[in-house]
């Protein structure tokens, strides 16, 4: 197999013109042949490019509204030829089929199209079918033939021309192909998985999932595991889509845990200022106040030790005041919509920790999918967008709650679905004042939520833990009154839980007896 391959012919037709002019250019001053359609071809003949259409070369003119145009035997014949082939090229020599040596095509912006809510007609119009079969068709053919689906590769492809006298290696090649399978691949589950929606198929035969990498990370969750990070093109608001102005690389347990703490502040929307903080993909406090200083007070108050290292999410941009509390203990880092100069200035002087901005919040309540390896599959299912409201909470014990307990007991909600099963989460006065996350008893998270009450109490000075008067919510029911018991023991007063256990008259006789207020919400929030 011959490694270095000459580049005298070269096919362009691209959606995305960025970068055309100039490769075009560069290629033909090497003198290049290019063929080439539609407004691709005008786009290169309007800069002073000799260009010649490809239905010169297939004796059809574009038909069909463009739907037919490079699917010919004399395209797809200069694309797949084995130049070393005998048969091959008596082929092409019988048919008058000339190489084409570098095809560069980006197809037609489908996901684009889908995400600007177009209808379904627009959307199958927008499906690009030749563009796909000439990339397979060179990338199949790598040995001889150069494949570009992404402007990003232009200047990687005229680099190899220049260190090769006008050719370029197969590892090169290789690499081509590489990049124009998985764009294929990735288009495909795009219009796959958009067909699969538009149709009201919940769960399709077969379901492909692609992403574009963003960064290639140092290490996994241990330094031992590899890692990437591959965004998937939704455009959520989020870690994916933040600018991030300062800070060494975010690592795998940083974007995990970054995403976490943004998607629950996310729950308060912005009409007032709220603070999340997360450590290990839980939260270790949360709190809304009169500013997002308030907030992140609050929000620390609830558990010191382990926001030391921390992620911050706020639900409204940076300002001075806050960015100067937050520098005074370790933070990973700060995700927020905005950032004013004043703050950022403020985190120049901590050049390890990472600021991140995002322009907005995303929609907590948005469909989409949510998926998880095992072994031999995947796990898919909805987002869990599900919400509760005011309206929507049913008193089951004698005492209904107080304005303001309910107040809390959505808050403990809102947080409650963002905690690690099992959750059980005390509020008071719109700020978490303890978590219990992630144990196989909710006995247990309701004491070790308890129990750090009690040592950010000591810590703190105070005469009693925030528990005393809190409202408590549990992400799932109570199997028992046990641990709604430790709950009263701990001091709250009113209690938020789904409800639905084979034992919720127990429960609730439980709860009456204690004089506590309970709210069922029909709803579980599982986290596992």
């Known amino acids: 197999m011959t490694d270095l391959v000459p580049l005298r012919r070269a096919l362009l037709s691209v ?95 489908f996901e684009e199209t889908v995400a600007k809510g177009a209808d379904y007609d627009t959307c199958i119009e927008n499906i690009d079918i030749g563009g796909p079969a000439m990339i397979r068709a060179a990338a199949k053919n790598h040995a001889f033939v150069n494949v570009v689906t992404d402007p990003e590769d232009y200047a990687a492809l005229l680099t190899q021309l220049e260190e090769n ?37 919940d769960t399709p035969r077969r379901r492909a999932f692609a992403g574009t990498l963003k960064q290639t990370l140092r290490y996994g969750e241990n330094s031992h595991q590899r890692a990437a990070f591959y965004v998937d093109g939704s455009g959520r608001e989020g870690v994916a889509t ?4 300062q800070g060494k690389e975010l690592s795998y347990n940083n974007i995990n845990d970054t995403d976490a703490a943004f998607e629950l502040v996310a729950e308060f929307g912005t009409d007032t200022p709220a603070c999340a903080i997360i450590k290990h993909a839980n939260p270790c406090g949360v709190a809304v106040g009169a500013t997002l200083l308030d907030a ?52 120049a002087a901590k050049k390890n920790l990472r600021l991140l901005t995002t322009g907005g919040l995303p929609d907590t309540r948005a469909g989409g999918l949510s998926f998880r390896q095992v072994a031999g599959g995947l796990l898919v299912q909805d ?28 808050f403990a909600w ?25 144990q196989m008893s909710r006995v247990d998270s309701a004491l070790i939520a308890a129990k750090k009450a009690e040592r950010m109490a000591e810590a703190l000075g105070l005469p009693q833990p925030l528990t005393i008067g809190s409202a408590v919510a549990s992400d799932a029911f109570f199997p ?49």
């Open 15 to 109: 959606s995305d013109k960025t970068g055309l002019i100039e490769l075009a250019q560069a290629l033909a001053a090497r003198g290049v042949v290019l063929l080439s359609t539609g407004g691709s071809a005008k786009a290169m003949r309007d800069a002073g490019l000799a260009v010649k259409d490809v239905a010169e070369v297939t004796g059809f003119p574009e038909m069909m509204d463009g739907r037919v145009k490079t699917l010919h035997p004399k395209v797809h014949g200069g694309l797949l030829a084995l130049r070393d082939n005998d048969a091959h090229v008596a082929a092409m020599n019988e048919h008058g089929i000339e190489g084409i040596d570098l095809l560069v095509v980006n197809l037609y912006p």
């Open 165 to 201: 006298e006008g050719a370029t290696s197969y590892a090169f090649r290789q690499q081509l192909a590489l990049t124009a399978y998985a764009r294929t691949a990735a288009y495909d589950a795009a219009v796959s998985g958009w067909m699969a929606g538009a149709l009201g198929q």
């Open 242 to 245: 933040a600018q991030q102005h």
């Open 296 to 347: 992140y007070k609050s929000a620390f108050d609830c558990d010191r030790t382990s926001a030391f290292g921390g992620i911050v999410a706020l639900n409204r941009p940076l300002d001075a005041a806050t960015a100067e509390k937050i520098t005074g203990i370790f933070t990973e880092v700060v995700i927020a919509p905005g950032a004013s100069d004043e703050a950022k200035e403020i985190f």
């Open 383 to 410: 987002k869990d967008s599900g919400f509760v409201g005011l309206d929507d909470l049913k008193v089951v014990t004698k005492k209904a709650p107080t304005d303001d307990q309910m107040r809390d007991l959505l």
């Open 414 to 438: 809102k947080v409650a679905k963002h905690v690690k099963s099992n959750a059980i989460v005390y509020v008071k006065d719109g700020a978490t004042v303890g978590v219990g996350a992630g």
């Open 480 to 528: 028992f009154p046990d641990g709604l018991m430790e709950a009263a023991q701990a001091g709250a007063n009113c209690v938020i839980q789904p409800g639905g256990s084979m034992r919720d008259d127990d429960v609730i006789a439980a709860a009456n007896e204690a004089g506590l207020a309970m709210v069922f919400t029909g709803m579980r929030h599982f986290r596992h």
